[in-house]
């Protein structure tokens, strides 16, 4: 088999003269703009990469499986994870494990852009459901007689997982249309290792000759630099790399939320903007507490110190200001202290605030209800997928973000300037 990657122009698709029939399907469209999509041979048992760290957040999460995916589908491999109640922390859920009934496509439905096939496997079918011994690996046995006998079996720790990776994308060529495939098991934290955010080598020149089927020159950058998936606009920049390089290539669709999620940030929106005045310049107020008490200053005095500063002057914007208030402080004295400071009146008559967290609990209750959600799905971290909306900076419905956190903590913001360019800009 030679054309092992489908190249296509720029807003170009792919079609029956450029693709095997001996392809799996999800991994052989393209998006706009996107000419290095591999095409992978169909396979009785698929390649696998089995990966586990210790456990955190849900955004930490999300990104980790948007990485991994792309890395899975260049390999032509299926990407394995212990289930979510072993990779979710428990410290940003109250303290407990999530229900062992939830799987990670009820809380990001990352899909392949053709077929919509789920980017992300549960290891449960390789171990099933009381397995525990998640972080014990390597856990795929290549010895004994069974289905992976002789399998190519390589184990990642510590971080050191560029040489591995060399081992692996060349073994993927090479044996691609054996019966036999590659089993890669990973443990540690992908943005600690020597692959994370790196320009990756592309395959020897013998093998880039026989699964390409053109030359070296001509497709190079736009098959294997950066990287599978995009660099972030920030390291590009520091890095010195063009922004046409900067694209990657992308596997995965774009829309991750599942229907349940859609419909209760709808709810939300819709509870907003039915609170707001209709011209009302919408603010996300966000301030964290819990694990980044010691990092970022959100005592009392110092946030209404914060507002002081950064509202000062917003009057003379001539429109409203709402903000959305959501915090991991579970203190109501703190909390309605910093509701009062907005809502008395006097100080900042122009703007308003509302308790996002509390609109977001009235609206899970109300699906609990309804029975549109099961119990499984009430804790923090379905109220967290669901405050997005307000937290996503590319979101039409916030119009700017006051963020008080471990990783932006600034002493004020020019709110004023910042709103007035926005509004130059639209």
């Known amino acids: 088999m030679i054309d092992t990657l489908l190249f296509v122009e720029k807003g ?4 029956e003269e450029n693709m095997s029939k001996h392809t799996i399907s999800h991994l052989s469209q393209t998006k706009e ?41 260049f390999l032509c491999a299926d990407l394995l994870l212990p289930p979510p109640e072993h990779l979710l922390t428990p410290k940003h859920n109250n303290g407990k494990r999530v229900s062992k009934k939830l799987e990670w496509q009820d809380f990001y439905n990352l899909t392949y852009i053709l077929g919509h096939e789920p980017a992300v496997k549960s290891a449960r079918v390789e171990f099933g459901l009381d397995f525990q011994d998640w972080r014990d690996i390597p856990l795929f046995d290549t010895q004994s007689d069974g289905k992976y006998k002789n399998w190519k079996h390589v184990v990642s720790k ?10 692996i994308r060349d073994y993927s060529f090479l044996h691609q249309d054996e019966e036999r495939g590659f089993i890669w098991e990973i443990k540690g934290a992908l943005y600690d290792s020597d692959l994370y955010e790196t320009p990756l080598r592309g395959p020897s020149k ?3 000759k026989k699964h390409f089927n053109v030359t070296t020159d001509q497709k190079w ?26 694209k990657g290539c992308v596997y995965t669709n774009d829309e991750v939320d599942t229907h349940y999620l859609k419909a209760m940030k709808e709810s939300l929106e819709k509870s907003i ?36 500063c950064s509202l000062q002057g917003t009057e003379s914007l001539g429109r409203k200001l709402t903000l959305l208030f959501t915090s991991d402080e579970k203190d109501v004295d703190y909390r309605e202290q910093i509701m009062s400071m907005i809502n008395d009146g006097s100080k900042y008559p122009h703007v308003s605030i509302l308790d ?20 499984t799905m009430n804790n923090n971290y379905f109220i967290y997928d669901i405050e997005y909306l307000l937290q996503d900076w590319s979101s039409e419905l916030v119009d700017f973000h006051m963020v008080r956190r471990r990783s932006m903590c ?12 926005r509004k130059e800009i639209e």
């Open 273 to 308: 903007r039915n609170r707001i005045q209709a011209d009302s310049l919408i603010g996300h107020l966000h301030i964290r507490r819990g694990d980044a008490i010691g990092e970022c200053d959100t005592r009392l005095e110092r946030i209404e110190e914060y507002f002081q």
């Open 12 to 15: 170009g698709t792919p079609n």
């Open 206 to 208: 013998d093998i880039f």
């Open 158 to 167: 510590y971080g050191e997982w560029k040489d591995d990776f060399e081992t």
């Open 33 to 73: 703009n996107d000419s290095c999509q591999r095409v992978c041979p169909r396979r009785k048992v698929n390649n696998k990469i089995y990966y586990v760290d210790n456990a955190a957040g849900l955004g930490d999460r999300k990104t980790m499986m948007d990485e991994l995916s792309h890395l899975a589908a």
């Open 356 to 375: 996002a967290d509390e609109m977001v609990e009235n609206i899970m209750g109300n699906a609990l209800e309804n029975k549109t959600i099961s119990e």
């Open 221 to 246: 950058r736009s098959v294997f630099r950066p990287r599978m998936k995009p660099f972030s606009g920030v390291y590009c920049g520091m890095n010195g790399i063009r922004s046409e390089d900067c």
């Open 410 to 421: 600034n002493d004020c913001l020019p709110l004023k300037e910042l709103i007035s360019e």
